[in-house]
Protein backbone atom coordinates (compact mmCIF):
# COMPACT_ATOMS: atom_id res chain seq x y z
CA UNK A 1 0.00 0.00 0.00
CA UNK A 2 2.53 2.02 0.70
CA UNK A 3 4.41 1.79 -2.58
CA UNK A 4 0.70 2.71 -4.23
CA UNK A 5 0.54 5.69 -2.21
CA UNK A 6 4.24 7.13 -2.90
CA UNK A 7 4.07 6.06 -6.62
CA UNK A 8 0.19 8.41 -6.98
CA UNK A 9 2.58 10.62 -4.71
CA UNK A 10 4.85 10.72 -7.40
CA UNK A 11 2.69 11.09 -10.76
CA UNK A 12 1.03 14.36 -8.80
CA UNK A 13 3.95 16.15 -8.58
CA UNK A 14 5.20 15.29 -11.71
CA UNK A 15 1.66 16.51 -12.99
CA UNK A 16 2.02 19.53 -10.68
CA UNK A 17 5.48 20.50 -12.17
CA UNK A 18 4.12 20.25 -15.76
CA UNK A 19 1.35 22.41 -14.97
CA UNK A 20 3.67 24.72 -13.61
CA UNK A 21 5.30 24.88 -16.33
CA UNK A 22 2.73 25.62 -18.58
CA UNK A 23 1.17 27.88 -16.64
CA UNK A 24 4.55 29.61 -16.74
CA UNK A 25 4.92 29.23 -20.20
CA UNK A 26 1.41 30.51 -20.57
CA UNK A 27 2.07 33.53 -18.71
CA UNK A 28 6.19 33.79 -20.55
CA UNK A 29 3.87 34.31 -24.03
CA UNK A 30 1.36 36.77 -23.31
CA UNK A 31 4.16 38.77 -21.56
CA UNK A 32 5.71 38.20 -25.44
CA UNK A 33 2.66 39.36 -27.04
CA UNK A 34 1.77 42.34 -24.67
CA UNK A 35 5.72 43.34 -25.54
CA UNK A 36 5.47 42.67 -29.26
CA UNK A 37 2.10 45.13 -29.42
CA UNK A 38 3.77 47.72 -27.83
CA UNK A 39 6.06 49.20 -30.88
CA UNK A 40 8.73 51.03 -29.33
CA UNK A 41 11.40 53.50 -31.06
CA UNK A 42 14.88 53.03 -30.60
CA UNK A 43 16.59 54.09 -27.54
CA UNK A 44 18.80 57.26 -27.51
CA UNK A 45 21.66 55.93 -25.70
CA UNK A 46 22.41 51.86 -26.89
CA UNK A 47 25.13 49.90 -25.53
CA UNK A 48 28.24 50.81 -27.66
CA UNK A 49 29.76 47.73 -29.49
CA UNK A 50 33.18 47.00 -30.53
CA UNK A 51 32.79 47.46 -34.23
CA UNK A 52 31.82 50.84 -33.36
CA UNK A 53 34.98 52.21 -31.60
CA UNK A 54 37.39 54.02 -34.11
CA UNK A 55 35.04 54.66 -36.76
CA UNK A 56 37.16 55.06 -39.79
CA UNK A 57 34.94 58.25 -40.74
CA UNK A 58 34.49 60.30 -37.83
CA UNK A 59 32.62 62.88 -39.56
CA UNK A 60 29.84 60.85 -40.57
CA UNK A 61 28.93 59.17 -37.13
CA UNK A 62 26.54 62.12 -36.60
CA UNK A 63 26.34 63.46 -40.13
CA UNK A 64 23.34 66.32 -40.20
CA UNK A 65 22.53 68.73 -43.15
CA UNK A 66 23.04 72.19 -40.95
CA UNK A 67 19.11 72.26 -42.47
CA UNK A 68 17.23 69.14 -42.87
CA UNK A 69 15.77 69.41 -46.48
CA UNK A 70 12.40 70.08 -47.37
CA UNK A 71 11.43 67.82 -50.03
CA UNK A 72 13.26 64.46 -52.22
CA UNK A 73 12.44 62.10 -54.33
CA UNK A 74 12.91 59.35 -52.01
CA UNK A 75 13.82 58.88 -48.20
CA UNK A 76 15.20 55.78 -46.72
CA UNK A 77 13.88 55.09 -42.99
CA UNK A 78 17.39 53.11 -41.08
CA UNK A 79 20.93 53.47 -42.10
CA UNK A 80 22.10 49.47 -41.69
CA UNK A 81 23.23 47.47 -44.58
CA UNK A 82 19.28 47.11 -45.90
CA UNK A 83 19.21 51.38 -46.39
CA UNK A 84 22.63 51.60 -47.83
CA UNK A 85 22.15 48.83 -50.70
CA UNK A 86 18.79 50.93 -51.40
CA UNK A 87 20.56 53.94 -51.35
CA UNK A 88 23.43 52.34 -53.47
CA UNK A 89 21.25 50.72 -56.25
CA UNK A 90 19.50 53.30 -56.63
CA UNK A 91 22.20 55.59 -57.04
CA UNK A 92 24.23 53.71 -59.28
CA UNK A 93 21.15 52.49 -61.38
CA UNK A 94 19.38 56.30 -62.15
CA UNK A 95 23.06 57.40 -62.76
CA UNK A 96 23.40 54.70 -65.55
CA UNK A 97 20.44 56.88 -67.01
CA UNK A 98 21.68 60.27 -66.33
CA UNK A 99 18.95 60.61 -63.58
CA UNK A 100 19.60 62.74 -60.34
CA UNK A 101 17.10 61.53 -57.91
CA UNK A 102 16.99 63.29 -54.12
CA UNK A 103 17.34 60.62 -51.76
CA UNK A 104 17.74 61.33 -48.16
CA UNK A 105 18.54 58.37 -45.59
CA UNK A 106 17.05 59.35 -41.71
CA UNK A 107 18.37 57.37 -38.98
CA UNK A 108 17.10 58.01 -35.66
CA UNK A 109 20.44 57.60 -33.64
CA UNK A 110 24.44 57.70 -35.08
CA UNK A 111 24.90 56.77 -38.29
CA UNK A 112 24.61 52.82 -38.60
CA UNK A 113 23.82 52.21 -34.58
CA UNK A 114 20.79 49.59 -35.12
CA UNK A 115 21.38 45.88 -35.60
CA UNK A 116 23.95 45.99 -38.40
CA UNK A 117 26.55 47.44 -36.34
CA UNK A 118 25.97 45.35 -33.77
CA UNK A 119 25.95 42.02 -34.91
CA UNK A 120 28.37 39.32 -34.87
CA UNK A 121 30.09 39.68 -38.30
CA UNK A 122 28.95 36.78 -39.94
CA UNK A 123 27.93 36.31 -43.16
CA UNK A 124 27.08 32.77 -42.71
CA UNK A 125 23.81 30.38 -43.58
CA UNK A 126 23.78 26.57 -42.42
CA UNK A 127 23.01 25.29 -45.72
CA UNK A 128 22.10 21.70 -44.81
CA UNK A 129 19.97 23.62 -41.81
CA UNK A 130 18.46 25.44 -44.18
CA UNK A 131 17.32 23.80 -46.77
CA UNK A 132 15.76 21.17 -44.56
CA UNK A 133 13.81 23.44 -43.06
CA UNK A 134 12.31 24.89 -45.90
CA UNK A 135 11.92 21.96 -48.12
CA UNK A 136 9.80 20.94 -45.20
CA UNK A 137 7.58 24.21 -45.65
CA UNK A 138 7.94 25.22 -49.69
CA UNK A 139 8.82 21.91 -51.16
CA UNK A 140 12.45 21.40 -52.94
CA UNK A 141 12.21 23.53 -55.81
CA UNK A 142 11.37 26.72 -53.71
CA UNK A 143 13.76 25.53 -51.17
CA UNK A 144 16.76 25.48 -53.63
CA UNK A 145 15.88 29.15 -54.26
CA UNK A 146 15.27 30.34 -51.01
CA UNK A 147 18.97 28.68 -49.94
CA UNK A 148 20.31 30.20 -53.29
CA UNK A 149 19.36 33.61 -52.09
CA UNK A 150 21.98 33.57 -49.08
CA UNK A 151 24.47 31.94 -50.85
CA UNK A 152 24.07 34.38 -53.86
CA UNK A 153 24.28 37.66 -51.27
CA UNK A 154 27.17 36.07 -49.31
CA UNK A 155 28.98 35.96 -53.35
CA UNK A 156 27.81 39.63 -53.97
CA UNK A 157 29.12 41.57 -51.05
CA UNK A 158 32.25 39.85 -50.88
CA UNK A 159 32.72 40.18 -55.10
CA UNK A 160 31.38 44.10 -53.81
CA UNK A 161 34.52 44.56 -52.11
CA UNK A 162 37.15 42.57 -54.04
CA UNK A 163 36.30 45.49 -56.75
CA UNK A 164 36.04 48.49 -55.00
CA UNK A 165 39.09 49.81 -53.10
CA UNK A 166 37.37 51.98 -51.03
CA UNK A 167 35.82 48.90 -48.79
CA UNK A 168 38.86 47.43 -48.29
CA UNK A 169 38.54 48.14 -44.38
CA UNK A 170 35.59 45.97 -44.14
CA UNK A 171 37.50 43.06 -43.85
CA UNK A 172 34.75 40.70 -45.87
CA UNK A 173 36.69 37.70 -46.62
CA UNK A 174 35.72 33.84 -47.29
CA UNK A 175 36.56 31.92 -44.19
CA UNK A 176 36.24 27.90 -43.45
CA UNK A 177 33.06 27.93 -40.87
CA UNK A 178 33.09 24.99 -38.12
CA UNK A 179 30.00 23.94 -37.40
CA UNK A 180 30.55 21.73 -33.44
CA UNK A 181 28.19 19.71 -32.11
CA UNK A 182 27.43 19.56 -28.23
CA UNK A 183 24.55 17.31 -28.18
CA UNK A 184 24.23 13.84 -29.55
CA UNK A 185 20.45 14.07 -31.20
CA UNK A 186 21.29 17.16 -32.94
CA UNK A 187 24.48 14.98 -34.55
CA UNK A 188 22.35 12.39 -35.93
CA UNK A 189 19.89 14.99 -37.09
CA UNK A 190 22.60 17.22 -39.21
CA UNK A 191 24.05 14.30 -40.34
CA UNK A 192 20.90 13.37 -41.93
CA UNK A 193 20.50 16.51 -42.82
CA UNK A 194 23.54 16.68 -45.16
CA UNK A 195 22.67 13.80 -46.77
CA UNK A 196 19.39 15.42 -48.19
CA UNK A 197 21.08 18.36 -49.10
CA UNK A 198 23.73 16.33 -51.22
CA UNK A 199 20.58 14.27 -52.24
CA UNK A 200 18.84 17.27 -53.68
CA UNK A 201 21.10 19.86 -54.60
CA UNK A 202 24.61 18.57 -54.73
CA UNK A 203 26.00 21.89 -56.12
CA UNK A 204 25.09 23.51 -52.69
CA UNK A 205 26.89 20.65 -50.72
CA UNK A 206 29.99 19.78 -52.52
CA UNK A 207 32.15 22.24 -50.07
CA UNK A 208 30.69 20.18 -46.58
CA UNK A 209 32.98 17.71 -45.22
CA UNK A 210 30.83 15.68 -42.49
CA UNK A 211 33.65 14.51 -39.52
CA UNK A 212 32.09 11.75 -37.55
CA UNK A 213 32.94 12.10 -33.54
CA UNK A 214 36.30 13.92 -32.14
CA UNK A 215 37.94 12.90 -35.62
CA UNK A 216 38.96 16.53 -36.43
CA UNK A 217 38.91 18.18 -32.76
CA UNK A 218 42.63 18.83 -32.56
CA UNK A 219 43.29 19.70 -35.98
CA UNK A 220 40.03 22.77 -35.46
CA UNK A 221 41.00 23.87 -31.38
CA UNK A 222 38.01 22.12 -30.24
CA UNK A 223 37.96 20.48 -26.84
CA UNK A 224 36.60 16.54 -27.74
CA UNK A 225 34.68 16.28 -24.58
CA UNK A 226 32.08 18.45 -25.72
CA UNK A 227 31.85 17.47 -29.59
CA UNK A 228 29.62 14.60 -31.06
CA UNK A 229 30.76 15.46 -34.08
CA UNK A 230 31.99 18.72 -36.94
CA UNK A 231 30.88 20.21 -39.97
CA UNK A 232 32.88 22.08 -42.35
CA UNK A 233 32.19 24.28 -45.12
CA UNK A 234 32.69 27.65 -46.73
CA UNK A 235 31.08 30.53 -45.20
CA UNK A 236 32.28 34.83 -44.55
CA UNK A 237 32.61 37.10 -42.60
CA UNK A 238 33.37 41.01 -42.23
CA UNK A 239 33.24 44.20 -40.22
CA UNK A 240 29.78 45.52 -40.99
CA UNK A 241 29.98 48.98 -39.30
CA UNK A 242 32.77 49.80 -41.55
CA UNK A 243 31.31 47.88 -44.61
CA UNK A 244 28.15 50.19 -44.25
CA UNK A 245 30.41 53.46 -43.52
CA UNK A 246 32.63 53.47 -46.03
CA UNK A 247 29.64 52.67 -49.19
CA UNK A 248 28.46 55.57 -47.62
CA UNK A 249 31.57 57.77 -47.75
CA UNK A 250 31.97 56.88 -51.12
CA UNK A 251 28.26 57.48 -52.02
CA UNK A 252 28.55 61.03 -50.48
CA UNK A 253 32.00 61.74 -52.52
CA UNK A 254 30.06 60.77 -55.89
CA UNK A 255 26.74 62.07 -54.89
CA UNK A 256 27.04 65.18 -53.04
CA UNK A 257 24.81 67.08 -54.95
CA UNK A 258 21.59 64.85 -54.41
CA UNK A 259 22.54 62.39 -51.65
CA UNK A 260 22.88 63.04 -47.96
CA UNK A 261 22.10 61.74 -44.40
CA UNK A 262 20.52 62.77 -41.31
CA UNK A 263 21.61 60.97 -38.20
CA UNK A 264 19.97 61.56 -35.08
CA UNK A 265 16.43 62.27 -36.69
CA UNK A 266 14.16 59.92 -35.63
CA UNK A 267 10.90 59.60 -38.05
CA UNK A 268 7.69 60.18 -35.94
CA UNK A 269 5.37 59.97 -38.64
CA UNK A 270 4.61 59.69 -41.89
CA UNK A 271 1.06 61.39 -43.90
CA UNK A 272 -0.64 61.64 -47.30
CA UNK A 273 -0.91 64.84 -48.91
CA UNK A 274 -3.54 63.90 -51.11
CA UNK A 275 -3.03 67.30 -53.07
CA UNK A 276 0.51 66.75 -53.91
CA UNK A 277 0.46 64.23 -56.70
CA UNK A 278 3.96 64.26 -57.32
CA UNK A 279 5.14 63.93 -53.61
CA UNK A 280 2.27 62.85 -51.82
CA UNK A 281 3.97 61.81 -48.56
CA UNK A 282 4.58 64.27 -45.63
CA UNK A 283 7.76 62.51 -43.53
CA UNK A 284 7.62 64.33 -40.12
CA UNK A 285 11.11 64.21 -37.59
CA UNK A 286 11.24 66.80 -34.70
CA UNK A 287 14.35 68.29 -37.10
CA UNK A 288 11.23 69.16 -39.52
CA UNK A 289 8.92 67.81 -42.35
CA UNK A 290 10.30 66.81 -45.34
CA UNK A 291 7.88 65.62 -48.70
CA UNK A 292 8.66 63.09 -51.13
CA UNK A 293 7.45 60.33 -53.63
CA UNK A 294 8.83 57.31 -52.08
CA UNK A 295 9.44 56.39 -48.69
CA UNK A 296 11.93 52.95 -48.07
CA UNK A 297 11.36 51.03 -44.37
CA UNK A 298 14.62 49.71 -43.90
CA UNK A 299 14.46 49.92 -40.24
CA UNK A 300 14.33 45.72 -39.85
CA UNK A 301 13.10 45.21 -35.74
CA UNK A 302 11.67 48.72 -35.75
CA UNK A 303 9.33 48.69 -38.82
CA UNK A 304 5.99 48.30 -37.00
CA UNK A 305 6.43 51.99 -35.43
CA UNK A 306 5.69 53.45 -38.77
CA UNK A 307 3.55 50.30 -40.36
CA UNK A 308 0.51 50.18 -38.44
CA UNK A 309 -0.11 46.47 -40.31
CA UNK A 310 3.16 45.14 -39.38
CA UNK A 311 2.26 45.29 -35.56
CA UNK A 312 2.76 42.08 -34.25
CA UNK A 313 4.03 41.26 -37.83
CA UNK A 314 7.77 42.18 -36.94
CA UNK A 315 9.62 42.74 -33.70
CA UNK A 316 12.44 42.35 -32.67
CA UNK A 317 14.81 40.04 -30.42
CA UNK A 318 17.56 40.60 -28.34
CA UNK A 319 20.71 39.14 -29.11
CA UNK A 320 24.22 39.43 -26.66
CA UNK A 321 27.73 40.07 -28.20
CA UNK A 322 31.23 40.14 -27.00
CA UNK A 323 34.97 41.24 -28.39
CA UNK A 324 36.86 38.76 -26.33
CA UNK A 325 40.88 38.40 -26.07
CA UNK A 326 41.97 34.74 -26.79
CA UNK A 327 44.12 32.69 -24.39
CA UNK A 328 47.88 32.82 -24.51
CA UNK A 329 47.92 29.83 -26.87
CA UNK A 330 44.91 30.11 -28.74
CA UNK A 331 46.07 30.01 -32.61
CA UNK A 332 45.94 33.56 -34.64
CA UNK A 333 44.08 32.33 -38.32
CA UNK A 334 44.47 34.92 -40.05
CA UNK A 335 41.00 35.86 -39.45
CA UNK A 336 40.36 32.59 -42.17
CA UNK A 337 38.07 30.67 -39.58
CA UNK A 338 34.68 31.09 -37.67
CA UNK A 339 33.10 28.13 -35.52
CA UNK A 340 29.32 27.50 -34.33
CA UNK A 341 28.16 25.44 -31.45
CA UNK A 342 25.29 23.78 -31.53
CA UNK A 343 23.51 22.34 -28.25
CA UNK A 344 20.18 20.34 -27.92
CA UNK A 345 18.48 24.34 -27.45
CA UNK A 346 19.70 27.04 -29.20
CA UNK A 347 23.39 27.77 -30.54
CA UNK A 348 26.51 30.06 -30.23
CA UNK A 349 28.80 31.66 -32.97
CA UNK A 350 32.18 32.81 -32.67
CA UNK A 351 34.82 34.23 -35.36
CA UNK A 352 38.36 35.56 -35.23
CA UNK A 353 39.71 38.56 -36.83
CA UNK A 354 42.56 39.70 -38.98
CA UNK A 355 45.32 40.65 -37.39
CA UNK A 356 44.91 41.13 -33.91
CA UNK A 357 42.89 37.59 -33.64
CA UNK A 358 40.26 39.07 -31.34
CA UNK A 359 37.44 37.06 -30.67
CA UNK A 360 33.70 37.77 -31.70
CA UNK A 361 31.44 35.85 -29.76
CA UNK A 362 27.49 35.48 -29.53
CA UNK A 363 24.20 33.97 -28.75
CA UNK A 364 22.99 32.36 -25.83
CA UNK A 365 19.69 33.11 -26.73
CA UNK A 366 17.98 29.93 -24.60
CA UNK A 367 20.37 30.84 -21.54
CA UNK A 368 17.86 33.30 -20.41
CA UNK A 369 15.56 32.94 -17.28
CA UNK A 370 12.61 32.17 -19.59
CA UNK A 371 14.93 29.92 -21.96
CA UNK A 372 14.98 33.08 -24.54
CA UNK A 373 11.30 33.76 -25.03
CA UNK A 374 12.04 36.65 -22.43
CA UNK A 375 14.29 38.14 -25.14
CA UNK A 376 11.78 38.31 -27.44
CA UNK A 377 10.08 42.22 -28.10
CA UNK A 378 12.50 43.27 -26.17
CA UNK A 379 12.78 46.87 -27.92
CA UNK A 380 15.49 47.95 -25.86
CA UNK A 381 19.51 47.76 -27.07
CA UNK A 382 21.03 49.82 -24.01
CA UNK A 383 20.42 46.71 -21.22
CA UNK A 384 21.54 42.85 -21.39
CA UNK A 385 20.22 39.88 -19.59
CA UNK A 386 23.08 38.75 -16.43
CA UNK A 387 22.21 35.01 -17.41
CA UNK A 388 23.23 35.48 -21.00
CA UNK A 389 26.48 37.51 -20.42
CA UNK A 390 27.29 35.19 -17.77
CA UNK A 391 27.21 32.39 -20.36
CA UNK A 392 29.28 34.14 -22.55
CA UNK A 393 32.08 35.39 -20.46
CA UNK A 394 32.85 31.36 -20.14
CA UNK A 395 31.93 30.29 -23.33
CA UNK A 396 35.15 29.50 -25.12
CA UNK A 397 37.87 28.80 -22.75
CA UNK A 398 35.10 25.90 -22.19
CA UNK A 399 34.51 24.87 -25.87
CA UNK A 400 38.03 25.02 -27.11
CA UNK A 401 39.43 23.56 -23.96
CA UNK A 402 42.14 24.54 -21.76
CA UNK A 403 44.85 23.34 -23.95
CA UNK A 404 43.83 25.02 -27.19
CA UNK A 405 43.15 28.40 -25.06
CA UNK A 406 45.76 28.52 -22.89
CA UNK A 407 46.20 31.05 -19.49
CA UNK A 408 43.87 34.75 -19.74
CA UNK A 409 45.96 37.95 -20.47
CA UNK A 410 43.81 40.45 -18.21
CA UNK A 411 40.63 40.96 -19.16
CA UNK A 412 39.14 38.52 -21.45
CA UNK A 413 35.94 40.25 -22.22
CA UNK A 414 37.42 43.22 -23.97
CA UNK A 415 33.48 44.46 -24.90
CA UNK A 416 29.81 43.51 -24.32
CA UNK A 417 26.83 44.89 -25.83
CA UNK A 418 23.15 43.91 -27.31
CA UNK A 419 20.90 44.49 -30.64
CA UNK A 420 17.75 43.79 -31.78
CA UNK A 421 17.17 41.69 -34.47
CA UNK A 422 14.00 41.60 -36.65
CA UNK A 423 12.09 38.88 -36.69
CA UNK A 424 8.82 38.03 -38.95
CA UNK A 425 6.50 34.95 -37.20
CA UNK A 426 7.62 33.00 -40.46
CA UNK A 427 10.98 33.84 -40.35
CA UNK A 428 11.33 35.26 -43.66
CA UNK A 429 12.50 39.49 -44.27
CA UNK A 430 9.89 41.67 -46.38
CA UNK A 431 10.98 42.77 -49.23
CA UNK A 432 9.04 44.87 -51.59
CA UNK A 433 5.92 47.35 -52.06
CA UNK A 434 3.57 47.88 -49.25
CA UNK A 435 0.13 47.37 -50.03
CA UNK A 436 -1.43 50.07 -48.47
CA UNK A 437 -3.62 48.46 -45.92
CA UNK A 438 -0.99 47.45 -44.31
CA UNK A 439 0.49 50.97 -44.20
CA UNK A 440 -3.07 52.35 -43.48
CA UNK A 441 -2.37 55.33 -45.76
CA UNK A 442 -3.90 56.12 -49.15
CA UNK A 443 -1.87 57.19 -51.78
CA UNK A 444 -4.40 58.57 -54.73
CA UNK A 445 -2.09 58.31 -57.46
CA UNK A 446 -1.25 54.54 -56.74
CA UNK A 447 -3.78 52.82 -59.59
CA UNK A 448 -2.47 49.30 -58.37
CA UNK A 449 -0.02 48.50 -55.59
CA UNK A 450 2.41 46.63 -58.23
CA UNK A 451 2.88 49.80 -60.00
CA UNK A 452 6.45 51.01 -59.32
CA UNK A 453 5.97 54.18 -60.78
CA UNK A 454 3.77 55.73 -59.03
CA UNK A 455 4.39 57.02 -55.11
CA UNK A 456 4.61 54.39 -52.97
CA UNK A 457 6.31 52.73 -49.61
CA UNK A 458 8.35 50.14 -50.04
CA UNK A 459 9.97 47.88 -46.67
CA UNK A 460 13.20 46.19 -46.96
CA UNK A 461 13.53 44.37 -43.37
CA UNK A 462 12.62 41.28 -40.63
CA UNK A 463 16.42 39.34 -41.47
CA UNK A 464 15.73 37.01 -38.68
CA UNK A 465 19.51 37.91 -37.38
CA UNK A 466 20.47 36.80 -40.17
CA UNK A 467 20.90 39.93 -42.31
CA UNK A 468 24.62 39.43 -43.63
CA UNK A 469 23.47 37.02 -45.78
CA UNK A 470 19.59 38.58 -46.61
CA UNK A 471 19.63 41.81 -46.22
CA UNK A 472 22.05 43.18 -48.74
CA UNK A 473 20.14 41.85 -52.15
CA UNK A 474 16.76 42.04 -50.53
CA UNK A 475 17.59 46.12 -50.78
CA UNK A 476 19.04 46.00 -53.99
CA UNK A 477 15.65 44.27 -55.21
CA UNK A 478 14.14 47.08 -53.52
CA UNK A 479 15.92 49.47 -55.44
CA UNK A 480 16.06 47.98 -58.45
CA UNK A 481 12.41 47.53 -58.27
CA UNK A 482 12.06 51.28 -57.17
CA UNK A 483 14.01 52.78 -60.66
CA UNK A 484 12.37 49.99 -62.82
CA UNK A 485 9.54 47.52 -64.18
CA UNK A 486 9.73 43.96 -62.21
CA UNK A 487 9.89 42.17 -65.29
CA UNK A 488 13.21 44.39 -66.68
CA UNK A 489 16.36 42.54 -67.16
CA UNK A 490 19.09 44.43 -65.32
CA UNK A 491 22.50 44.44 -66.38
CA UNK A 492 25.18 42.99 -63.88
CA UNK A 493 26.77 45.28 -61.94
CA UNK A 494 29.02 45.22 -58.75
CA UNK A 495 26.76 44.12 -56.14
CA UNK A 496 23.88 43.97 -58.32
CA UNK A 497 22.85 40.75 -59.68
CA UNK A 498 22.07 40.51 -63.91
CA UNK A 499 18.54 39.57 -65.20
CA UNK A 500 15.37 39.90 -63.93
CA UNK A 501 14.93 40.43 -60.46
CA UNK A 502 12.35 37.43 -59.80
CA UNK A 503 14.46 34.74 -61.05
CA UNK A 504 16.73 35.57 -57.86
CA UNK A 505 14.34 37.02 -55.57
CA UNK A 506 12.25 34.75 -53.65
CA UNK A 507 8.38 35.14 -54.04
CA UNK A 508 8.25 34.07 -50.50
CA UNK A 509 9.85 37.48 -49.05
CA UNK A 510 6.86 39.55 -50.86
CA UNK A 511 5.11 41.38 -48.15
CA UNK A 512 1.57 40.88 -49.40
CA UNK A 513 -1.68 41.84 -46.83
CA UNK A 514 -2.43 37.86 -47.01
CA UNK A 515 1.00 36.82 -45.93
CA UNK A 516 0.93 39.69 -43.38
CA UNK A 517 -3.02 38.60 -42.20
CA UNK A 518 -1.79 34.70 -42.09
CA UNK A 519 1.55 35.23 -40.05
CA UNK A 520 0.76 34.77 -36.58
CA UNK A 521 3.64 34.70 -33.54
CA UNK A 522 2.52 31.66 -32.26
CA UNK A 523 3.51 29.97 -35.44
CA UNK A 524 7.46 30.14 -34.15
CA UNK A 525 7.16 27.19 -31.94
CA UNK A 526 6.74 25.26 -34.64
CA UNK A 527 9.54 26.64 -36.72
CA UNK A 528 12.26 27.67 -34.22
Not at 2 to 14: H, P
Not at 117 to 131: A, I, L, Q
Not at 274 to 294: C, D, E, Y
Not at 396 to 419: I, S
Request: glycine share 8%.
Amino acid sequence: MGAIFSTIRRICLDLSAVISELNQTKHSFDSLLARISSATPPVPNPSISYWQEDPPFPNLVDVQSPDLPTTADIIVIGSGISGASVAYTILTQFDKRGISPEIVVLEARDLCSGATGRNGGHMKCSPYVEYAGLKARFGVEHAKKLLGFQRRNLAAILDFVRQNQELKASEAREVQTVDVFTDERMWVKAKKMVQELRQDAPDMAEDIVVHDGTEACEELHIDPQHCYGIITYKAGALWPYRFVTSLYASLLSTYSGTFSIETNTPVTAIQVNSGNLSRPFTVQTPRGHITAAHVVHATDAFAANLLPGLKRKIFPVRGHVTAQNPGTLFPKLGGARSWSFIHRRGFDYVSQRPGTGELIAGGGLVQSPEKGMDEFGIWRDDRSSFAIRAYLDGLLPTMFGAHNWGADTGARVKMAWTGCMGFTPDLLPYVGILDQKITQRKVPTARSSKDAKHPAEWISAGFQGEGMVLAWLSGVAVGLMLVGEDDEVFEQAPGIPGGKIDEWLPEEFACSKRRVDYSNVSDLATLL
